[in-house]
Every structure is written in structure tokens, then in C-alpha cells.
């Protein structure tokens, strides 16, 4: 078994840990001593994510003008106006005097918010669940440690890693001119609201959960709720709707920074957080370490067939999270299809519009296959995290001794590690499905009941970068890497995809994103043969890299020790 943070660094807590002049027996003893011991476990991790943010909200702020000219931004209003340029980004205030300043709280602060979010939720369940997961929570509780030492300690990382993230993105913006200086504060400081409240919600599911896989992926879903809600409000009328008042994120773009600053939603955002630290501290109060406040389903008394295998079992620890992923994209698909054909209609009588987001259609029937192809991307990128996070699930197994039980048996490491690297590329294919599927269903209205079949095999043209994504997370888990560079690189591809022209980034960085290479509507037309710029080829180098890069991940598991 693995040592903690704290007796990795040699470090026992005692009292010189405790708050204040609490003796040994305070449910707050230990607490700074074990904040430390995780932040510095943390530090790598932490570092990358914030230096990723921050400084990506830095190019953009600075690129944005350079790129774009103000003529263009003010153009740009125009598309937020529209309710599927509403559901990806944002409400759509200050439309009418479209400043770089509105663009940025617009169009970033949704999207920043929730990477921010992740890191997050992560974090916080890294340092609670995660580790009574593992053992290591019974270890540090034998010391004279607070009951609440170490749920105390991760909400201090929490704060202080999103203060940092606020600070960072505050200064990014000043510097850059942006103007009021009191609203890029706010900006800053939204992020970092957002950031504490799923941290808190993570916090709290930490409690009601067993596994740290469950406990991460309910605070997961309570963020894509909190998006769906956001993107459904924003999309039904101009400002958001009551929908949007459900979402914490909702309420971070409803502060309309640079408009018209308000602070009644930064009172949502802490009352909130408070709210959700506060039944985390109760449910804590409630149950013994390593035991969970939902009730545990009993198991049947003898497994069936598929779950006496290595690959049956993985498959049903695997299908709630792929349930509640699979509900959600496929609900935004539905969503964002039907909005697909007044978008076209828009961009048809606009050309100028169109060539500035990259469309090169002429009939609304292009636009909508164009448009749909950028949605079909955003959709691959949400299934590539899923991968990511899935796979790097491997880690939690091993941390709590469930990989040496099973090594020491039949199973072998190739069989450890492969099954569960195949099931998540599976499952990775059938959540692309749905996502494709769901914008056919919405889209169907416009182009008839063969955008059902058209959008699915589409969507699974991003199968080979979805295959890539997971066997780079097993590769990281192979070498015992942490995840915070894979988070951070997925993080960068999203800004360069949906991004990365308007920020006048260098052909060569955009050409280089995976996701941009894919053009799943000219491969379902059929018109797409094998010449040497055949939009076949990046499929193709996308499948030997996933096998190189499982092959390496093979490899590395089976040289290095277990735990």
C-alpha cells in the first residue's frame, strides 16, 4: 500500500498542525500540516492547470484585437445573437457595442469556467474520497489528527488554488487593457467562484459515495447539468431564461461583466459554495472513515458468468458513468441540431459572416452540414475527456490494492491493463453514437430523417482520436505520470479547435490539432478518395498513433512495479 502525501514527505502530523490553540483532540488538528503535504504532492499538477488557464486567457485577450480588428468583433455580435452561437457560448449581452472586453466575458468566461470547474471537483476528490479509498485515511487519522483535519485541508487547496486562478486571470486581463480594471477583477474572480462551488459539491458527494470513481463522476454530472442548463436558458431567449438561473455557470455569465457589472449573482455563487461546504462538514459528521451515506446495492450471492471475468466486470463498473454521459450528450445533441437550421439560414444571408468562422458553403443546406461538423467536434471533445478521465480511473484500482489482488492471480499485467483500455475506447465509440444521433434527431426537421444516419457516421469518424486519447491516458498511467499535462494539453486543443483561427494562431499550431484534421461530412458524402489530401489520412495516422501509443502504454505498465 502506498503512503500518504503527508508520510510520503516524512511528515507526521501532530499538534504544531493545529488551527489556532485547538488541543489533540479538535476536530481541526493537523489541518495546515496536511494542506501543505498536499500542496506539495500537488504542485506539478497544480502548476500545469494554472499555468494553462491563466495563461491562455492571457493570448486571448492579447490575440482577439490582433487577429480580428474591431470591425470583426463588432460583426461577431451578430452571431452571438443567434440562439445555437447562444448555447455554446453564452447569453449573448452587450451585443449591440460588441467590444473585445463583451467578447471575452461572452465567449471565455463560460468555457474557462468550466475547466476551471474540473480541475476542481478533481482536486478536491483526490484529496478526501480518493484517498479513504486507498487506505491512507485510517493511516493519518491513527495520528493525532482532526476529524475534519483532512476535508478541512482539501477546501484550503481548493481556495487557494482558484484565489490563484482568479489573481492570475485578474492580472492577465488588466495588463492586457481591458477596461474597467473593477470588471476584469470580477472576470477573475467568477472563475474562482465557480471553481470553489463544484469543489464544495465534490466535497459533498466525497461523502455520500464509496468510491472515488463515483463520488468524481456524480460532481461531474452536477457540472454538464449545470452546462445543459445554462446552454438551454441562453439558446430560449436573449439574456438566459429562468434555466439559466439554475446554473452556477449560468450565474457567472449573468455578473455581464463589461455591460453592465451586477453582484447579485456572485451572492448565488458563495451562498452556494457555503451551502454545499457546510452539508459536506454535516455529512462527515455522520459516518465512520472509508464508510458512505448512500446505500450500497448487496451483490448477488454468486456472480453472473460475465462478472466472474475481468472484462464482464469492468464493463458494469464502467456503465453508470457511460449512462450518464450517453443522457447528456445526447440530450445537447438533440438540442443543438434543431437550432442548426436558423443558424444556416443566418450565415446563408451573411457571407461575411460565414467566411469569417471559417464556413465556405453556399446554400443553407452547406451551412448546416459546416455548422454541424463544429458542433460534431466540440461533442468528440467531450467524449475525449471522458476517456481520459475513464482510463485514468486505473489509478484509484491500484492506490487501493485491487491491482496486486489481481496480479497476484491469473490475470496478467497485458490483460490488467488492456481490457479496461478496450472498454473505455468502446464505450468512447457508442457515446460518439449518441452525440451524432442526437444531432440528426434535432437536425431532421431541416434536412430530413438521412441526417439520423448522416450525423451518427460522422460523429464516429472521431473513433481513431477518441482511441489515441485513452491509450495516452494508459501511457501516463504506465509510466505513472500524473494526469494534470493530459487535462492541460485536451484544454489547449479545445481553445486551438474552436478557437484558433479567430486568435490568429500560426497555420502550422491549428493544422496540428487533432481534432481539426477530422472533416466527418466529406467522409460521409462519399467523395472522399485516397489521394495524397484525401481527409482519410488523418483517420489513418490517428489509428497507428492510438496503437503505438497503447503498445507503449502495455510496455510501461509491465516494467515498472505495481503500487
Same mark, same amino acid.
Given at each position: ?21 485547538a ?11 496536511l494542506?501543505?503535504a ?5 504542485r506539478?499538477?497544480?502548476?500545469v492547470?494554472?499555468a494553462?488557464i491563466v495563461?491562455f #486567457?492571457?493570448?486571448?485577450?492579447v490575440a482577439?484585437?490582433a487577429?480580428?480588428?474591431d470591425?470583426a /468583433? ?8 443567434e440562439?445555437?452561437?447562444a448555447? =455554446?457560448?453564452g ?7 460588441y467590444?473585445l472586453e ?9 468555457l ?9 471537483l ?5 484529496h478526501?474520497r %480518493?484517498?479513504?479509498e ?6 493519518? +487519522?491513527?495520528a493525532? /489528527?482532526?476529524?475534519?483535519?483532512q476535508?478541512t485541508a ?9 484565489l490563484v486562478?482568479?489573481a492570475?486571470?485578474a492580472?492577465a486581463l488588466?495588463i492586457a487593457?481591458l477596461?474597467?480594471?473593477?470588471d ?6 467568477a472563475l474562482?467562484?465557480?471553481g ?5 459539491l ?8 464509496r468510491?472515488a $470513481?463515483?463520488?468524481s463522476?456524480?460532481a461531474g454530472?452536477a457540472?454538464?447539468?449545470?452546462y ?9 431567449q +436573449? ?7 439554475l446554473?452556477?455557470i449560468?450565474w457567472a455569465?449573468?455578473?455581464?461583466i463589461?455591460v453592465?457589472? $451586477?453582484?447579485?449573482p456572485m451572492?448565488?455563487l458563495?451562498?452556494l459554495?457555503?451551502l454545499?461546504l ?5 455529512l462527515?459528521a455522520r459516518r465512520?472513515?472509508d ?5 450500497e446495492r ?5 456472480a453472473?458468468? %460475465?462478472g466472474?471475468t475481468l472484462?464482464?466486470l469492468? /464493463? ?9 454521459w450517453?443522457?447528456g ?8 441540431g434543431?437550432? %442548426?437550421?436558423p ?5 446563408a444571408?451573411?457571407?461575411?459572416l ?7 458553403g453556399?446554400a ?8 454541424m461538423?463544429?458542433?460534431l467536434m ?6 475525449a475527456?471522458y476517456a481520459?478521465? *475513464?482510463?485514468?480511473s486505473? $489509478?484509484a484500482?491500484e492506490?487501493a ?7 497476484a492471480?491469473?490475470?496478467?499485467r497485458?490483460?490488467?491493463?488492456g481490457?479496461?483500455l478496450?472498454?473505455?475506447?468502446a464505450?468512447? #465509440?457508442?457515446?460518439?453514437a449518441v *452525440?451524432?444521433?442526437g ?7 431541416e434536412?430530413?430523417a438521412d %441526417? ?9 469518424t472521431?473513433a481513431?482520436l477518441?482511441?489515441g486519447w485513452?491509450?495516452?491516458?494508459a501511457?501516463f498511467?504506465?509510466?505513472r505520470g500524473?494526469?494534470g ?6 484544454? #489547449?486543443?479545445?481553445?486551438?479547435? =474552436?478557437?484558433g483561427s479567430?486568435?490568429g ?8 490539432e ?11 458524402r462519399?467523395?472522399?478518395g485516397?489521394?495524397s489530401d484525401?481527409?482519410w489520412?488523418p483517420? /489513418? ?6 496503437v503505438?501509443l497503447?503498445?507503449?502504454a502495455l510496455?510501461?505498465?509491465? $516494467?515498472?512495479?505495481?503500487?
Amino acid at each position: 500500500m502506498s503512503a500518504s502525501p503527508v508520510m510520503e514527505r516524512g511528515v507526521a502530523p501532530s499538534g504544531a498542525g493545529n488551527i489556532g490553540r485547538a488541543g489533540a483532540g479538535h476536530p481541526l488538528t493537523g489541518t495546515w500540516r496536511l494542506a501543505r503535504a498536499m500542496l506539495r504532492a500537488d504542485r506539478v499538477r497544480l502548476t500545469v492547470w494554472l499555468a494553462v488557464i491563466v495563461g491562455f #486567457i492571457a493570448y486571448v485577450a492579447v490575440a482577439f484585437p490582433a487577429a480580428m480588428g474591431d470591425v470583426a /468583433v463588432a460583426e461577431r455580435g451578430a452571431v452571438m445573437a443567434e440562439p445555437a452561437a447562444a448555447m =455554446m457560448a453564452g447569453p449573448g449581452y452587450g451585443l449591440e457595442n460588441y467590444t473585445l472586453e463583451v467578447m471575452m466575458a461572452n465567449e471565455m468566461l463560460g468555457l474557462f469556467a468550466v475547466l476551471v470547474a474540473i480541475m476542481s471537483l478533481q482536486l478536491v476528490t483526490r484529496h478526501t474520497r %480518493a484517498e479513504e479509498e486507498a487506505g491512507r485515511t485510517d493511516l493519518v +487519522r491513527a495520528a493525532p /489528527v482532526g476529524r475534519h483535519a483532512q476535508l478541512t485541508a482539501a477546501v484550503v487547496v481548493l481556495i487557494a488554488a482558484n484565489l490563484v486562478v482568479g489573481a492570475g486571470t485578474a492580472g492577465a486581463l488588466v495588463i492586457a487593457g481591458l477596461e474597467p480594471a473593477l470588471d476584469s477583477t470580477v472576470f477573475g474572480l467568477a472563475l474562482a467562484a465557480v471553481g470553489v462551488v463544484f469543489g464544495a459539491l465534490a466535497a459533498t458527494t466525497a461523502q455520500l459515495n464509496r468510491s472515488a $470513481r463515483a463520488a468524481s463522476g456524480m460532481a461531474g454530472a452536477a457540472l454538464g447539468v449545470a452546462y445543459v442548463l445554462r446552454a438551454v436558458g441562453d439558446a430560449s431567449q +436573449r439574456g438566459g431564461n429562468w434555466m439559466s438561473w439554475l446554473s452556477p455557470i449560468g450565474w457567472a455569465q449573468q455578473l455581464r461583466i463589461y455591460v453592465d457589472l $451586477r453582484w447579485e449573482p456572485m451572492l448565488l455563487l458563495g451562498g452556494l459554495a457555503v451551502l454545499a461546504l457546510g452539508l459536506a462538514y454535516a455529512l462527515s459528521a455522520r459516518r465512520d472513515v472509508d464508510g458512505a451515506l448512500l446505500p450500497e446495492r448487496l451483490g448477488r450471492a454468486r456472480a453472473k458468468a %460475465a462478472g466472474r471475468t475481468l472484462a464482464g466486470l469492468t /464493463v458494469r463498473l464502467e456503465a453508470p458513468r457511460v449512462l450518464w454521459w450517453g443522457i447528456g450528450l445526447g440530450v445537447f445533441g438533440v438540442l443543438t441540431g434543431s437550432l %442548426a437550421g436558423p443558424m444556416a439560414d443566418m450565415l446563408a444571408d451573411n457571407p461575411q459572416l460565414a467566411q469569417m468562422m471559417g464556413l465556405t458553403g453556399e446554400a443553407a443546406d452547406d451551412f448546416i452540414a459546416e455548422t454541424m461538423s463544429v458542433f460534431l467536434m466540440f461533442f468528440a471533445m467531450a467524449v475525449a475527456a471522458y476517456a481520459v478521465m *475513464s482510463t485514468r480511473s486505473l $489509478r484509484a484500482d491500484e492506490a487501493a490494492g485491487r491491482s496486486e489482488l489481481a496480479l497476484a492471480g491469473a490475470v496478467s499485467r497485458y490483460r490488467w491493463l488492456g481490457l479496461p483500455l478496450i472498454v473505455t475506447v468502446a464505450a468512447g #465509440i457508442l457515446l460518439l453514437a449518441v *452525440s451524432g444521433l442526437g444531432l440528426g434527431a434535432g437536425a431532421a426537421a431541416e434536412l430530413g430523417a438521412d %441526417a439520423l444516419g448522416d450525423f451518427t457516421l460522422a460523429a464516429l469518424t472521431y473513433a481513431p482520436l477518441i482511441a489515441g486519447w485513452a491509450a495516452a491516458a494508459a501511457l501516463f498511467y504506465g509510466l505513472r505520470g500524473g494526469g494534470g499535462w493530459l487535462w492541460a494539453l485536451l484544454g #489547449i486543443c479545445l481553445v486551438v479547435g =474552436m478557437y484558433g483561427s479567430m486568435l490568429g494562431l500560426p497555420d502550422p499550431v491549428i493544422d496540428a490539432e487533432p481534432f481539426s484534421m477530422v472533416e466527418p461530412m466529406a467522409l460521409i458524402r462519399g467523395d472522399a478518395g485516397w489521394e495524397s489530401d484525401s481527409p482519410w489520412w488523418p483517420l /489513418v495516422g490517428a489509428s497507428a498513433v492510438a496503437v503505438v501509443l497503447a503498445a507503449g502504454a502495455l510496455g510501461a505498465f509491465r $516494467r515498472r512495479d505495481a503500487a
